[in-house]
């Protein structure tokens, strides 16, 4: 998947328009983009801190006379490069004075706090340039340039367009129902990876353990103990990827609610033609499509099963090893509010129907595995004792074994669904929640379309379309997984070994529920972002359709999903930091040339200006060997003074090591007599011109 992830800038909608422009770009870049905004942070600290030096130093700067603690600070001041240069000095003048009266040393520790905290807060700052890509997390484009719906039945003709329908939906269920039993379960235990979409599972919004009965409260076990399942709403961008502004977005709800049925008045048995009992169950019947159009014989059961008797009467020793239990199940469509019959499931009883949803019913049985205890479970009633004596190692002797009290229990299923325009409010924007067939035509008004015409240039419009068409071309639905799986999509197949069922919760249908409707939402995940990548597969590529309009592409090309292998940058994070960060360098060293400017042209502060070149290392140095009056210096109000080239400076007097001291005596003479003139007491223009230094006191100093 990593290969097809779209790399260069594009907006995440789920940050806003401001924060949202984001820039994708592989792992190894990311990291060297990281590590270059870390050393241009501290660069701009370092630059930042020549300003607040600049401007202070400046503001200190007076012509009066002051005591050493005022000069020494000056000097730090000036030449300071950093805040971590800044503070160790700082502290090494107050340790060095720590004997004067607080007073004196006040503004000397402010200073000392201003350099910690510029440096604590860069410091902070560059370790937090990380931040500029963690914030925006690992989310990711999809190219959307293999994108389009599976239509393996459609390109197929006969046996082998179904038979390769079966293994494409396998694969895909295969995948989701995985995903579901390791990121949906509590604590995310297993090995497999949950960080492959947007979310690492959908919501589950409310799950209702008393929730009332679907169907009428007479077939129902328990009219007041039974299990409502709500996504609540599914926002397209947020949480399914589809990445897109608020008015192009849609939301989606799912509702699944289950209860276990009443068996007694719905069953009839029967004697085949092998001799052997089986049990009926009348829950509906099946229009028969092999009669002519008009009179269709009728199949008025549902299901049909091995009685009891048949499925225990060879239970024991080696066969119950491999054994497991049964799980069967027929379903039954609702297309404007009516079971749809033909074509799509069974007719339901009246008791069973309800016109605001798909019906799926699933018959569990023992098929002659044996129960370590009895089980009150609604779905797992086993009561009945066998006969039979379990022996297990880890057991203290030897214990019952139980069996189902019916040949099967059936659980009766209601699937809802619901659109809605997110560029309304809920209470208005929204379909009915209903069946999938009645809950997509119910949306469509509000998406500007019609039954007859469903298309639109609206981005909104071909959203939903498009999701609709994807979770109608992949097996999202509880009879897609009972079908495939059969028992192995119980929960309780954790607890199964060697043809024993070991002890079980009294709510253990909660559980396998509850797993079938996450696999529905691992399936839903997984669809949108299978649906991206589809004509890339190998297998199943060629079966695929290609969007239909520039308005399909786009919404394939705005497929969120999250990537290890790449890293994602806020744009507005990254120019934030590098158009404040530049203009910081800029400021930095414009400052000094335009105050420079000011009192070349306007004499602006001159004390202050000539007191900020004068502070400088050479400068200081310069005014140390010029009280000799062993040479001449030029360049004496630039950063860099010079003398002539064959001048010779004086060296140390070294004869008291407590107190070293420039020696007034030259110990060799210049090459060339006459060039350095050891008399002269001043210093020199570039062009040999006597310089003339005002200082604002009303002192002149001819120079």
Same mark, same amino acid.
């Given at each position: 998947?990593?290969? =097809?992830?779209?790399?260069g800038?594009? /907006? ?37 801190w ?27 001041? $000036? ?5 971590? *240069?800044?503070?160790l000095?700082?502290v ?5 004075? $720590? ?11 402010s ?60 694969e ?17 235990l297993?090995?497999m ?8 599972h @959908? ?22 103990? =039974? ?5 609540g ?25 289950c ?7 719905y ?5 085949e ?27 008025d059961y549902? #299901?049909?099963?091995e ?13 119950l090893?491999? &054994? ?5 199940s ?10 749809a019959?033909? %074509?799509?499931?069974?007719v ?6 309800n016109p ?9 049985? %023992? ?13 797992y ?10 022996y #297990? /190692?880890?057991?203290?002797? *030897?214990?019952?074994?139980?069996r ?12 809802r669904?619901?659109?809605c =325009?997110?560029? #309304? ?23 500007? @379309? ?40 119980l ?6 070994n060697?043809?024993?069922?070991w ?22 995940? &997984? ?16 079966y ?17 999903i ?18 404040? %960060? %530049?203009?910081?360098i ?16 306007r $004499? ?6 000539l ?36 001048? @010779? ?14 020696? $007034?005596e ?8 006459? /060039?350095?003139? /050891?008399?002269?007491?001043g ?16 002192l002149?100093r001819?120079?």
């Open positions: 998947m990593d290969e =097809n992830i779209y790399l800038t594009w /907006t995440n909608w789920s940050r806003g328009p401001i924060f949202g422009p984001t820039l994708t770009i592989t792992r190894v870049q990311g990291n060297l983009l990281i590590a270059f905004t870390a050393s241009f942070i501290a660069f701009v600290a370092a630059r930042f020549r300003i607040l030096c600049f401007v202070l130093h400046r503001s200190f700067s007076t012509a009066s006379h002051r005591h050493t603690l005022h000069h020494q600070r000056q000097v730090i001041l $000036r030449n300071s490069s950093a805040p971590e *240069s800044g503070l000095s700082l090494r003048l107050l340790v060095a004075w $720590r004997g004067l009266p607080m007073k004196h040393l006040t503004v000397l520790a200073l000392a706090l201003l350099s910690f905290s510029c440096l604590a807060g860069f410091t902070v700052a560059g370790g937090f340039s990380s931040s500029i890509s963690t914030s925006v997390g690992n989310e990711v484009l999809l190219n959307g340039a293999n994108c389009g719906l599976p239509s393996v039945t459609y390109a197929i003709p006969g046996v082998e367009g179904v038979a390769a329908q079966t293994q494409f939906a396998s895909q269920l295969s995948q989701a129902f995985n995903y579901a039993q390791q990121c949906y379960s509590t604590g995310k297993g090995s990876q949950c960080n492959k979409f947007v979310v690492d @959908l919501p589950i919004g409310s799950a209702n353990e008393n929730a009332s009965c679907p169907f009428q409260d007479s077939i129902c076990r328990t009219p007041g103990s =039974n299990l409502q399942l709500d996504t709403y599914i926002d397209s961008n947020d949480l399914l990827g589809l990445n897109a502004p608020q008015d192009e977005r849609f939301a989606w709800r799912y509702v699944l609610q209860a276990p049925l009443q068996t007694k008045g069953t009839s048995e029967v004697v033609k092998d001799n052997r009992s089986y049990v009926r169950y009348h829950y509906g019947e099946f229009p028969r499509d092999s009669q002519p159009a008009g009179n269709p014989i009728t199949q549902i #299901y049909q099963v009685d009891i008797k048949s499925q225990y009467n060879k239970v024991g020793g080696p066969l090893s491999g &054994t497991n239990l049964k799980l069967g027929n379903s039954a469509n609702t297309i404007n509010r009516v079971a019959g033909y %074509g799509a499931g069974f339901p009883i009246a008791e069973l129907f605001d949803g798909d019906l799926l019913v699933a018959f569990l049985s %023992g098929n002659g595995i044996l129960f370590s205890q009895p089980t009150d479970d609604g779905w009633i086993a009561t009945s004792q066998t006969g039979t004596k379990l #297990y /190692t880890s057991v203290n002797g *030897s214990i019952n074994a139980y189902p009290d019916e040949a099967a229990l059936p659980l009766g299923c209601v699937e669904w619901q659109w =325009n997110s560029a #309304y409010p809920k209470d208005r924007g929204c379909g009915p929640l209903a069946s999938r067939n009645d809950a997509f035509f119910g949306a469509v008004p509000l998406f500007n @379309l019609t039954k007859e015409e469903p298309n639109s240039t609206s981005m909104a419009a071909n959203a939903f379309i498009w999701a609709s068409f994807v979770l109608d071309r992949y097996p999202i639905n509880v009879p897609s997984i009972v079908g495939y799986f059969g028992a192995k999509s929960e309780s197949q954790s607890r199964l060697s043809g024993i069922q002890p079980l919760p009294n709510n253990q249908w909660h559980a396998d529920v509850k797993l079938w409707f996450t696999a529905v939402l691992a399936m839903v995940q &997984t669809s949108f972002v299978e649906a991206v990548l589809s004509r890339s597969s190998p297998e199943f590529g060629r695929s359709h290609p969007p239909d309009n520039a308005q399909e592409q786009k919404i394939c090309d705005s497929q969120k999250r990537s290890t292998a790449h890293t994602s940058f806020s744009l507005f994070g990254l120019c934030f930091t590098f158009i404040l %960060g %530049g203009i910081i800029f400021t930095s060293y414009a400052l000094e040339p335009t105050m420079a400017l000011l009192y070349k042209w $004499r602006y502060k001159p004390y202050a200006q007191e900020w070149i004068s502070n400088t290392n050479l400068q200081l140095h310069r005014l140390a060997h010029e009280e000799l009056g062993l040479v001449e210096w030029s360049r004496c109000t630039t950063e860099v003074p010079t003398t002539h080239p064959d001048a @010779l400076l004086a060296n140390l007097d070294i004869s008291n090591p407590e107190r070293p001291v420039l020696s $007034r030259a110990t060799d003479k210049p090459e060339k007599p006459g /060039t350095a003139d /050891t008399s002269y007491d210093c020199r223009s570039n062009d040999g011109a006597t310089q003339s230094i005002s200082w604002g006191t009303g002149v001819n120079c």
